[in-house]
């Protein structure tokens, strides 16, 4: 059993985030909405760490290295699609899982032609149509889908896909997290902070260990996209539904605790919870993760390495 | 070179988990629900079973050779909980004593207390409950009244406990007194080890919705207990509670027998199964990754106390995941039962009145140990002092 992270993924994560924390953090996400620079500017930073040099379909210690840096990214909400980077499928198309009947692609305008891939492995070459134009997702298009006569996405790659997005969920989660808390120990309101509060202290416990787990799982899940040899998507998908709960949750509950501030751009929750939603909407709302689950459970089990001859 | 992660457990614990299993298959019959029944034999059972456990090195299998462990890794003692709990609890009452008391006197015990105590646990022979709540003080624990006052070379303990699990079959009791004075708080406790037939103590059983052996009430009136069975220095009760505490929060695997009825479930269902209401069979696989949830928080926790690092926040984050998820499992398995999840020792009844047991468990899994408030207390303070989250 090994359930930590090894030093040199975490170090690595370490690089990333002060990196991009000196480039301005969730402010260059404020800035890309209206300054295509600033998209650039995290590239730049991206690439300086070496993100170009991962290989995370190769080994489990490069998806790791690869993953780290997803749930970084997702803590200064990067104006960048770093897990459709990571898994390019050429030096300048990206990968990006999605539902082939409404094609949305977040930063689509990233590259001129994207691999997209749906959660049953139909492979498309997708183009950037039109931004959604949406306060709750600025750099997201929809986009043209044109078949891949014969092809197929791995297992491996909508396995990574699932989990890559997972992991820059829970970075999202995490950095919620921290403002709630430093928010809440800060204000006050009938004089005291509002974190005497025990409903506040509460909820911000039931949120702690909302993202412990989804941190554990992310972890599992990952270990098992490079051990579970059978097709299942049913770890990879089960992160994602857990994802989507936590986090939801969590970003909620931050905004909500920060009072009207939350909805404020010059405070980073409110950034943070705008730019989540294509992660958390794409490819599949919670309710298909769930059905989508519930198919690949009833095909291959959920037993996981934790049990000699099944569950009985 | 050591793996970057693995979440296997390694070939012992695999084969350990196999040998466990075939044993509880072979020494219980399929309609067993564990020792606390309106049937004393199931206890009798227990006892037996945990006997041999004990005799195949099993009962005790992470502590040191010299108390009369196995010196298994703490893999094979989560392997242990897990199948355990899984099934039941076929060990009965006694990993009361495995899980805390036994670990409890091993770090604060005399020489002469590991001596008498130690060996006894690990064979399976004594029975132990645990006095700390009273009526006036239940999360508040800190608060209790019982009197333990110097009267010439012993003490004199005065004073009623409540919710002693097990307390009318005990052999001893870890009991909890105040040697302080009235207003001493947590630096005024002290813990007593006391043989439960000793004059002074009448124990009352409490009719409750878990069954019988659960809840008693147990009075000591003038209780004479010697300077040797104080565990640990007088007054530094607390601290040894707290770490029995902590290791009663990781110590029980609900998630193990929830994952296990889940599927249970599915079995007892596998002809109606595509027809059941689609939104109830998505809630049972949402229900199984909770499930997998609780089992890694828990298994984060074994590790860091394997480290020997602070577990509190762990310990608590492990509990409060893993007694939703028995309270959610418990709801998701009557929505797919329906009506029949009422029925319990009727004939006919699923899985031999497995789900309807577990129902009644899981509503008080928040309860028992530190109610869920208390675990958030614990995690929120730890978290509002700490400034990262990773
Ligand atoms: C099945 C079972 C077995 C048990 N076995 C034993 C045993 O063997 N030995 C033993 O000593 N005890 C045992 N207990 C008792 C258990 O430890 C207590 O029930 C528990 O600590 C709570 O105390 P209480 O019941 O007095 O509830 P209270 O402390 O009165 O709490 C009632 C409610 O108020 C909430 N509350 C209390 N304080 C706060 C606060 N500061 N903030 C927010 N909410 C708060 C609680 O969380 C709870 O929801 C057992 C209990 C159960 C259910």
């Known amino acids: 059993m090994r359930i930590a992270l090894p030093e040199a993924a975490l170090d690595f994560g370490r690089v990333a985030d002060d990196v991009l924390r000196a480039a301005g953090g969730v402010d260059l996400a404020r800035a890309a909405e209206s300054d295509p620079r600033a998209a650039a500017r995290a590239q730049e930073c ?32 990067v104006p960048y699609p770093v897990a459709a980077m990571l898994l390019r ?13 409404q094609p949305i692609i ?24 039109a931004p959604v134009d949406s306060k709750v997702a600025p750099f997201a298009m929809t986009v043209r889908l044109r078949p891949v006569a014969g092809g197929t996405a791995s297992v491996l790659d909508r396995r990574l896909g699932l989990l890559f997005g997972a992991w820059h969920l829970l970075g999202f989660g995490q950095r919620a997290l921290q403002l709630a808390i430093e928010h809440t120990r800060v204000r006050e309101q009938f004089g005291h902070p509002l974190s005497n509060f025990q409903v506040i202290r509460h909820t911000l416990a039931d949120l702690s260990v909302g993202l412990e ?21 049913a770890d990879a998908l089960s992160v994602r539904l857990e994802a989507q709960r936590v986090v939801k949750h969590t970003l909620r509950m931050a905004q909500q605790f920060h009072g009207a501030s939350g909805f404020a751009d010059e405070y980073d929750i409110s950034v943070l919870v705008r730019h989540a939603q294509p992660g958390l909407r794409l490819p599949t709302d919670r309710g298909a993760t769930l059905a989508l689950l519930r198919t690949a459970i009833d095909e291959y089990g959920f037993d996981g390495p934790f049990h000699a001859g099944g569950v009985r | 070179m050591t793996a970057v992660l693995d979440f296997t457990m390694g070939e012992s614990a695999a084969a350990l988990r196999g040998r466990l299993r075939r044993m ?23 006892q037996r079973f945990s006997r041999l456990l004990a005799d195949e090195g099993l009962l005790t299998v992470a502590w040191p050779r010299e108390f009369g462990g196995s010196d298994g890794s703490v893999w094979e003692q989560t392997v242990v909980r897990e199948e355990m709990w899984a099934y039941h609890e076929p060990r009965g009452p006694q990993y009361m004593g495995l899980n805390w008391v036994g670990p409890a006197i091993m770090a604060y015990g005399t020489a002469e207390q590991k001596a008498e105590h130690l060996p006894r646990i690990a064979t399976g022979e004594t029975i132990w409950c645990q006095g700390f709540s009273e009526p006036g003080s239940g999360s508040d624990l800190a ?16 004073g009623q406990k409540i919710w002693t699990s097990y307390a009318g079959m005990a052999d001893w009791c870890v009991l909890a007194a105040r040697t302080g004075d009235k207003d001493s708080g947590r630096r005024g406790i002290s813990l007593f080890l006391i043989p439960m037939d000793r004059p002074g103590i009448t124990v009352r059983p409490l009719r409750a919705m878990l069954g019988p052996h659960h809840l008693n009430e147990c009075f000591f009136d003038s209780v004479v207990a010697t300077d040797a069975e104080v565990l640990g220095e007088v007054g530094t009760g607390w601290s040894v509670m707290k770490t029995a505490l902590a290791h009663e929060r990781v110590g029980i695997a609900r998630y193990a027998r929830c994952e296990r009825l889940l599927w249970l479930l599915r079995d007892v269902l596998r002809h109606e199964w595509d027809d059941l209401d689609e939104g109830v069979r998505n809630e049972w696989s949402g229900a199984l990754v909770q499930v997998r949830v609780a089992r890694l928080l828990a298994y984060r926790a074994v590790e860091r106390q394997e480290g020997n690092e602070m577990v509190d926040l762990e310990a608590s984050q492990a509990r409060i995941a893993s007694t939703t998820c028995d309270q959610q499992v418990a709801e998701v398995v009557s929505q797919l039962l329906g009506p029949r999840s009422l029925l319990g020792a009727a004939a006919g009844a699923p899985a031999h009145g497995a789900f309807e047991d577990h129902w009644r468990y899981a509503q008080a899994a928040t309860v028992a140990s530190g109610t869920i408030e208390i675990q958030r207390e614990i995690v929120s303070r730890e978290l509002l002092g700490r400034q990262a989250v990773r």
């Not at chain 1, 995370?56 to 997702?74: I, N, S, T």
């Not at chain 1, 990233?110 to 183009?127: N, P, S």
């Open chain 1, 89 to 101: 499928t050429s030096d300048a198309t990206p990968f990006a899982l999605v539902d082939a009947r």
């Open chain 1, 106 to 129: 977040d930063h689509a305008l990233t590259a001129g032609t994207w691999t997209a891939a749906t959660l049953t492995g139909e492979l498309f070459e997708a183009e950037p149509d």
């Open chain 2, 24 to 46: 509880v298959a072979e020494f219980f019959p399929d309609d067993f629900l564990g020792a606390f029944t309106d049937d004393p034999a199931d206890l009798a059972l227990t």
């Open chain 2, 143 to 158: 608060s209790l009244q019982t009197r333990a006052v110097r009267t010439g070379d012993h003490w004199e303990i005065t």
């Open chain 1, 46 to 77: 991206l690439a300086g760490i070496g993100m170009y040099d991962i290989d995370p379909r190769g080994c489990l210690e490069d998806a790791v290295a690869a993953a780290e840096l997803c749930r970084v990214a997702g803590g200064h909400a």
């Open chain 1, 213 to 233: 787990g989804l941190d554990l799982l992310c972890r599992f899940s990952l270990w098992s996209a490079f051990t579970d040899g059978s097709p299942s998507l």
